[in-house]
């Protein structure tokens, strides 16, 4: 059984990622905490990550040093395809896909 975690989601204009490349606003990442980037050990995996029901696939590009162990930061577009900007923060469960 794949480990689910449970956390909030949000939103960071992206560029160049601690895992080495540059990323866009429509690409599909994530940034983990620090405690998870774990020195880039998680660099390029899959998480998936729900919310109300839907469903989206992203990339490990990078490290969230604001976010507590199980948030998550995603790029505008991802957080988008979950729900509007204008919501600032999102509770969210994922797994390592």
Not at 16 to 21: E, I, P, Q, R
């Amino acid at each position: 059984m794949v480990a689910a975690y449970s956390g909030d989601a949000t939103y960071y204009y992206t560029g160049l990622g601690a895992c080495g490349a540059e990323s866009k606003d429509t690409d599909y990442i994530v940034a983990l905490s620090t405690e998870l980037y774990d020195n880039g050990a998680h660099c390029w995996q899959h998480l998936t990550v729900t919310y109300e029901g839907k469903s989206i696939d992203v990339t490990v590009v990078d490290e969230c040093e604001g976010c507590s162990t199980y948030d998550i930061d995603l790029s505008p577009s991802a957080f988008s395809a979950l729900a509007p900007e204008s919501a600032g923060r999102i509770p969210v469960q994922w797994t390592y896909a």
